[in-house]
């Protein structure tokens, strides 16, 4: 079975998308539409738009109404339950997952189903092809590969979504935090990483006192080194023992 979380190296050494004479040939950089063959891409991303993605973008909430496919190229999108607070700076939610250009967000309206409780919030800027879901939905009851391809990019998720949701009943927020850059890194390989003390305090549902307490412990270890929003990761060795997780 081909591993939809495709790592970035390999969708980014992937030749053009081949089609059928007189059909468009589109670039090719994310990784779930990298494990359709040609014919499949073609019709996807005929019925595409690209988007650009800009940090604190709401792209969908538990009361809209239509719904719209994210297949990142670049950037990162949270899946978010709970209340953002009016300045974004203190929530009362959690953030339970993060995609990048190795899948799709809100892929569940392929399915015909709504965002259920989620909040698809962008965290890190970039571009994405759009698909509504109605279309996706025709898509998929016409082609049976499409169908389950998405399907065990699905599971994979929401497998991803139980084991991200349990980390703050057995994990103190130094651990938590190691786990979430670890992640924002990986998703938005190979672009820098941009995130604020207080846009990590509304992932992880902690005051941002405590985020700026443990990123400056793990700066003063040489973990990790920030300036104005810009992370970079150091040590990725220590940060994964410390997450105790391998990302």
């Given amino acids: 079975m081909k591993n939809p979380l495709i790592s970035l190296h390999l969708m980014q050494s992937l030749s053009p998308v081949s089609t059928e004479i007189g059909t468009p040939v589109y670039p090719l950089l994310n990784g779930l539409i990298a494990q359709l063959d040609a014919a499949d891409q073609a019709l996807l991303l005929r019925r595409a738009k690209m988007v650009a993605l800009h940090v604190g973008d ?6 809209a109404t239509t ?3 994210y297949f990142p190229l670049s950037g990162a999108i949270a899946l978010y339950v709970g209340s953002l607070g009016k300045a974004r700076s203190m929530s009362s939610g959690l953030a339970v997952g993060l995609i990048g250009a190795e899948g799709a967000a809100g892929l569940q309206a392929a399915l015909g189903f709504g965002p259920g409780h989620l909040q698809l919030i962008v965290q890190s800027p970039g571009q994405a092809w759009v698909v509504e879901g109605a279309v996706a939905q025709r898509l998929v009851q016409r082609r049976r590969a499409i169908l389950l391809q998405f399907s ?6 929401f ?3 139980a084991a991200l949701a349990s980390r703050p009943l057995t994990q103190d927020v130094k651990v938590r935090l190691a786990h979430w850059l670890l992640l924002s890194a990986q998703r938005c390989a190979p672009d820098r990483l941009t995130l604020t003390h207080a846009h990590m305090a509304q992932m992880l549902g902690v005051r941002r006192a405590s985020v700026s307490i443990a990123a400056r412990e793990m700066k003063l ?4 080194s920030y300036s104005r929003g810009h992370i970079a990761l150091l040590n990725e060795p220590a940060l994964q023992a410390l997450a105790n997780v391998v990302v």
Avoid at 58 to 63: F, Q
Avoid at 152 to 157: A, F, G, I, K
Wanted: positive net charge; charged residues 20%.
């Fill in 58 to 63: 709401v792209l969908s909430a538990p009361n």
């Fill in 67 to 69: 719904s719209q496919i």
């Fill in 152 to 157: 065990r990019y699905l599971w994979t998720v």
């Fill in 159 to 161: 497998d991803n979504i």
């Fill in 221 to 224: 270890k040489r973990y990790i």
